[in-house]
Nanobody, 120 residues
């Protein structure tokens, strides 16, 4: 079994910063892509940022220049540094890992979600 545990959400004023973390544990052979998604009330889940195993990153246009995704492979952890936060960033943030758990076996795993609330 594989578990993803997120931390770092909370309430912050507009213009402030938060850092989200997501640690994977369990039967992991290799973590491939890692990423963050978010879902605001009444909206569909959307991609925020992804990072490949080689460190190549991709960001949603709405967060470019404000958010930074990074990973620590030794700790099986992905981070999301969020700066210059805006009220429209308010959402539940979910981490995602694509993990190789065995020979020719790749699965997608999701964290439980962490709420980020940005007040104006």
């Amino acid at each position: 079994q594989v578990q993803l545990v997120e931390s770092g959400g909370g309430l912050v004023q507009a213009g402030g910063s938060l850092r989200l973390s997501c640690a994977a544990s369990g039967s992991i052979f290799r973590i491939n892509d890692m990423g963050w998604y978010r879902q605001a009330p009444g909206k569909q889940r959307e991609l925020v940022a992804t990072i490949t195993s080689s460190g190549r990153t991709n960001y949603a246009d709405s967060v470019k220049g404000r958010f930074t995704i990074s990973r620590d492979n030794a700790k099986n952890t992905v981070y999301l540094q969020m700066n210059s936060l805006k009220p429209e960033d308010t959402a539940v943030y979910y981490c995602h890992n694509r993990i190789t758990i065995g020979i020719n076996t790749v699965r997608d795993f999701w964290g439980q979600g962490t709420l980020v609330t940005v007040s104006s």
